[in-house]
């Protein structure tokens, strides 16, 4: 115990999902939390979960949550004694760790020497190529680098990276040399936006490649284990979302040859702490990407096929403790898949959607797990990532834990805002990842449905729900009458009328009741008998024509929340007297997204080819190029670097030549 230096409490230099992740496994071992916040996150649900909270203003990363000087002033403030950084921001920054040791404080995480040695890529691949560890050929690329020389050294398709940080930021793949300059100027942008860093380089980019990855994990006493692999191929943007442990691609004896190449990366310099060790796998052979000297997001899987909590692993090893196991004892136990839930719209190349989640009821049951950043009225803002939780799922199989997550995320009540989740139970269903057939081309060779198919029995009964559920909220909101049954009229009188619409279809139902006291009703001319069992605010419980369902749904404004047994449904209320609309500027390009305009590469009375690029919008740390849909002319520019611009604001208008 001699050396042995116990947190008391613990500041977690993040937000979000893996804020509250850190929180509950230290509040598990008696560790007291202190959260830090920007101004977005004043409300944010990890701010309630930690004991103590610190406002360190400013509404960006920069200003906030890549602010050291905040940071180690907000340590001082709460008494803590220790600083697990997470993931993204400045968990692989060398000086914020540096900056935290000489405040005399524990850093949750690999000495500062080891950062710098190994979670700069470029300087991992100068370090261990002596090694002999397989590498891929990279070049840096400094502000005045001749880029193009280098990329046809490489040879096309070439990939842009950042040498800090991870999660697909500051990556870019480039096909031809014309949009070589543009894509290097939009990755050191992304790139410093989200880790303080613009450094990138250049590397030769193998397509349709797996995405393996090795967990280690060592401690102040000269002791470092694998925790085994992790396959992490079904990425869009280069951002990961459904990893799984172990990968069907690798046997015993490839999980060797990585697993040591993987200790001899972590042990060239004196690693420890938790640390991932990514590599590309082809066939038999495989390639060292990078070292993440940090936890990762998609770390619950080696969790649930090891029986590890690696955040108390972490913070054992930084209060000075020995790893309390050996290689020898760690055991691979059934399959583990985790996805990642985005406020993110597959139909639009994945584009950020951010609003306010009006409903979160996350899945429950045996082996399923979930790490959220939200509950049920959060924000999700433009400022930070789009993820808002990750679900897991572990089983005795991997056929088996994909059927249970596909099935959690059915019953994942989620609404108000636009997200990901029916694109990922695509994935899941598909033939081609219950085969193991899965590479970083899976989505665009695969094309899973980016939304679900609502059928027509579906689609009428969560119709009807709406309805009667509304019908039976006004009966309870009665202030007069109520002993009346519901529907009594004393004449005769047309049925109730009401309609709806999801996307393109209409729905037009009319419901009356009947002597027995069901109702008969019609949407759009098929008939049906319902039998009402219960209305509550939370939902309804029915039967129509003899087949029994439950639905919760939520009322908001015009829009009609409706959750079944297949997943949610969104209706809007169509009201009975149209409104007029007002005629849409023509030409004009409109906002895809809320954000900030980049850059902007035109002028007024520019002609433009299809194709060209005009500006780029940045949100939630990505951004996005919008360009011209045809040939012709910038009549109007209604916008400047710098300006922020609301979903669906008219950017430019175009006079379409010809």
């Known amino acids: 115990m001699a050396n042995v230096t116990p947190i008391r409490r613990l500041l977690i230099a993040n937000r979000g999902e893996i804020a509250r992740r850190i929180i509950r496994t230290a509040h598990a071992m008696g560790i007291g939390t202190v959260a830090v916040y920007s101004e977005n996150d004043a409300t944010a649900p990890f701010v309630q979960d930690a004991d103590t909270a610190i406002a360190i203003g400013g509404r960006t990363a ?8 905040k940071l180690i002033d907000a340590c001082k403030r709460s008494g803590a004694d220790a600083v697990h950084p997470g993931y993204g921001f400045l968990s692989e920054s060398a000086g914020f760790a540096e900056a935290v040791t000489a405040a005399g404080l524990i850093w949750v995480g690999p000495s500062p020497k080891a950062i710098r040695a190994i979670g700069d890529k470029l300087a991992a691949k100068h370090l261990l190529k002596p090694l002999g560890v397989p590498l891929l050929e990279a070049f840096e690329l400094p502000e005045n680098a001749d880029a193009s020389t280098a990329a046809k050294k490489i040879g096309y398709p070439v990939l842009i990276k950042a040498a800090a940080g991870g999660g697909g930021r500051g990556m870019r793949i480039v096909e031809k040399a014309s949009d070589l300059a543009q894509a290097i100027e939009s990755a050191r942008r992304e790139a410093a936006a989200s880790f303080g860093d613009g450094t990138v380089f250049l590397e030769r980019w193998l397509s ?5 990855e090795i967990q280690i994990l060592g401690d102040k006493h000269g002791n470092l284990v694998h925790l085994f692999e992790r396959e992490c191929s079904i990425q869009r943007r280069h951002q990961k ?39 590309l796998v082809s066939g038999r052979e495989f390639f060292f990407l990078e070292v993440n000297t940090r936890l990762q997001v998609e770390h619950p899987v080696t969790e649930a096929v090891t029986g590890l909590d690696l955040v108390r692993e972490q913070l054992r090893v930084a209060e000075g403790e020995a790893l309390g196991f050996s290689q020898q004892d760690l055991r691979i136990q059934g399959h583990a898949i985790e996805v990642r839930l985005c406020a993110e719209d597959p139909e639009k190349n994945f584009l950020p959607t951010p609003g306010t989640v009006q409903v979160w009821e996350p899945p429950t049951g045996d082996g399923i797990r979930t790490d959220s950043g939200i509950e049920s009225g959060s924000e999700i803002g433009i400022a930070f990532d789009p ?50 057939e899965t590479d970083t081309g899976f989505i665009a060779r695969v094309k899973p449905s980016p939304t679900r198919a609502v059928g027509e029995n579906e689609l009428h009964a969560a119709a009807i729900a709406a309805a009667l559920h509304d019908r039976g909220c006004r009966q309870r909101n009665m202030r007069i009458l109520k002993t009346i049954p519901g529907g009594f009229r004393n004449s005769v009188m047309p049925p109730e009328q009401v309609s709806y619409t999801l ?7 009319t419901y009356w009741p009947a002597r027995d006291g069901s109702l008969a009703v019609t949407v759009n001319g098929d ?7 219960d209305v509550n605010e939370r939902g309804i419980d029915l039967a129509i024509d003899g087949r029994r369902c439950r639905h919760s749904v939520l009322a908001v404004d015009d829009k009609r929340f409706v959750h079944g047994a297949a997943g949610d449904i969104e209706l809007v209320e169509l009201p009975r007297f149209p409104a007029s609309e007002r005629a849409e500027q023509r030409g004009g390009l409109k906002a895809p997204m809320p954000g900030k305009v980049m850059s902007v590469m035109v002028a007024e009375g520019d002609l433009v080819e299809r194709g060209q690029p005009l500006l780029v919008l940045e949100a939630m740390k990505m951004e996005h190029r919008i360009d011209a849909p045809w040939n012709g002319t910038v009549k109007t520019l209604n916008v400047a670097a710098g300006d922020q611009v609301a979903n669906g604001a008219t950017l430019v208008i175009m006079e379409q030549a010809g």
């Open 62 to 69: 920069a200003e906030s949550y890549l602010d050291i000087g």
């Open 208 to 212: 349709n490649a797996r995405h393996v």
């Open 241 to 279: 979302i459904v990893e799984e442990a172990p990968s069907p691609a690798v046997d015993a004896a490839l999980r060797e040859q990585m697993g040591n190449a993987a200790l001899a990366a972590g042990r060239a310099i004196g690693y420890d702490s938790t640390g991932t060790v990514e590599f």
């Open 387 to 436: 993820m808002m939780a990750k679900i897991i799922a572990w089983a005795p199989t991997r056929r088996e834990a994909a059927a249970k997550l596909a099935r959690a995320l059915e019953a994942t009540r989620v609404q108000g805002i636009v997200h990901n989740r029916d694109f990922l139970v695509s994935c899941l269903r598909s033939t081609e990842f219950l085969r193991g």
């Open 503 to 509: 996307r393109d279809t209409r729905l037009n139902l």
């Open 527 to 533: 008939a049906y008998r319902v039998v009402e069992f």
